[in-house]
């Protein structure tokens, strides 16, 4: 085994390790980005760590990934639209919020920012994201290059900080067009790891 992925196993040890101590309740929001498929294996990693996991997917997230991948490695119902029935929770924006200890968005489109940082709340993640902006939120950008530069995405993004969100990411690197260049989603143990730190501050102020 090499030094450094010696040093990954470490990491991923004290991740799991801390989770699996704090067992956050996990909100996670998929939005339609090309790195949906990559949220299946985050939320397949937080819930072997002992968080608890519910899954929030926009219709356009469902063209890129079905909810029953994100069901079946969490163990949880997926929740699509503000409009259809659930058993499990009435007003679900509102009441999955109030279940979440830390919300997390990845991907986070250049179109779902806009949304939470305009207060536009048309489908079911917007309106949670207008709910939960008090929570320890984390929020992992992807898109193409291009679409992350653009400067209307970065003063969406400067007013996501401002509004109180973490954000992890984007790294540099192979996107989907093939091209390399910033806006790579962060690999979902990069993911899990700033989770574990939201984790362990509420643990501490709670
Ligand atoms: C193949 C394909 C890949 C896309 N990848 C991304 C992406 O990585 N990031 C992004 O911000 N938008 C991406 N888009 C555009 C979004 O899907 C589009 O802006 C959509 O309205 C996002 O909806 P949502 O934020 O409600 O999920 C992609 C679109 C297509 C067709």
Redesign the pocket.
């Known amino acids: 085994m090499s030094g450094e992925s010696k040093n990954n196993s470490k990491t991923n040890r004290r991740a799991l390790d801390s989770i699996h101590k704090t067992r956050p309740k996990v909100l996670l929001g998929v939005?339609?980005?090309?790195?949906a498929y990559k949220a299946v294996d985050l939320a397949s990693k937080l819930t072997a760590a002992g968080a608890g996991v519910k899954t929030v997917m926009?219709?356009?997230?469902c063209r890129f990934v079905g909810p029953k991948s994100f069901e079946a490695v969490t163990g949880s119902p997926v929740f699509t639209s503000l409009w259809t029935k659930s058993e499990e929770y009435r007003i679900k924006h509102v009441n999955l919020v109030d279940w979440a200890d830390i919300v997390v968005l990845a991907?986070a489109?250049?179109?779902?920012i806009a949304k939470i940082t305009n207060g536009i709340c048309d489908?079911l993640?917007s309106a949670t994201f207008c709910v939960c902006w008090q929570k320890p939120t984390l929020l992992a950008p992807?898109?193409?290059g291009n679409?992350w530069h653009n400067p209307a995405v970065q003063r969406n993004v400067e007013r996501a900080r401002e509004m109180g969100f973490n954000l992890i990411g984007p790294t540099k690197g192979r996107l989907?067009n093939g091209a390399i260049a910033e806006g790579r989603m962060s690999e979902p143990q990069d993911i899990l790891e700033a989770v574990e730190k939201l984790a362990s501050k509420i643990k501490k102020s709670g």
């Open positions: 939005s339609g980005g090309i790195a926009t219709e356009n997230a991907p489109t250049a179109n779902i489908d993640l992807a898109m193409n679409m989907a």
